[in-house]
């Protein structure tokens, strides 16, 4: 089965920084990747799908990019409001696997 | 807007079986894969699996042997059965919609079951 590692697992950042998160597949997955924002007590949210597309009403400071076996997600400028926890899911016509995870604190 | 809500016992017995549905409004389960994801207190994502508007199904390995997802297109509604059940699956349960090959799309608020004696 296809693993996902995320890194790094918990990051500390201030309002304004640019953040990057990056996941790393133990096979090829080619762009078929998105990444989610989980804020305590609520769903997930989609912020990027098939690894560099935004989601409609994601704010654009938000972008994916990789294909292959390594992607990342950018904040280019961090928001109050973009704390939480980010996962990236792989996914393909039989299976899905979520990243374990990374924690943004501000 | 598809809105989806899970319901069920929020306690269940060790060795027993969990018994979840997720109820979708706002559009036709027909039009959808059905799906069941997971997250333990304090942890990651876990996906169970999923069922397709054709009915075949697809499981995580790792629960394959314990877990039965189902739909009910009349009742817009799907399920989920998780057998012989222990502390390790006390979770919030998360039932969400997929197009085929897809991410995760709808979901609802998740539904916290606590396997306990």
């Known amino acids: 089965d296809i693993q996902m590692t995320q890194s790094p697992s918990t990051l500390s950042a201030s309002v304004g920084d640019r953040v990057t998160i990056t996941c790393r597949a133990s096979?090829?997955?080619?762009?078929?990747l998105a990444w989610y924002q989980q804020k305590p007590g609520k769903a997930p949210q989609l912020l990027i799908y098939?690894?560099?597309s935004l989601e409609s009403g994601v704010p654009s400071r938000f972008s994916g990019s990789g294909s292959g076996t390594e992607f990342t997600l950018t904040i280019t400028s961090l928001q109050p409001d973009d704390f939480g926890t980010y996962y990236c899911l792989r996914y393909d016509s039989y299976s899905r696997t979520f990243g374990q995870g990374t924690k943004v604190e501000i | 807007q598809v809105q989806l809500q899970e319901s069920g016992p929020g306690l269940v017995k060790p060795s027993e079986t969990l018994s979840l549905t997720c109820t979708v409004s706002g559009g036709s389960i027909s039009s959808y894969y059905c799906s069941w994801i997971r997250q333990a207190p304090g942890k990651g994502l876990e996906w169970i699996g999923y069922?397709?508007?054709?009915?075949?199904?697809n499981y995580n390995p790792s629960l394959k042997s314990r877990v039965t997802i189902s739909v009910d297109t009349s009742k817009n509604q799907f399920s989920l059965r998780l057998t012989s059940v222990t502390a390790a699956d006390t979770a919030v349960y998360f039932c969400?919609?997929?197009?085929?090959?897809?991410?995760?799309?709808?979901w609802g608020q998740g539904t916290l079951v606590s396997v306990s004696s």
């Open positions: 098939k690894a560099s």
């Open positions: 069922m397709s508007y054709s009915g075949s199904t």
């Open positions: 969400a919609t997929q197009l085929p090959g897809s991410y995760f799309d709808y």
């Open positions: 096979q090829s997955i080619s762009i078929w």
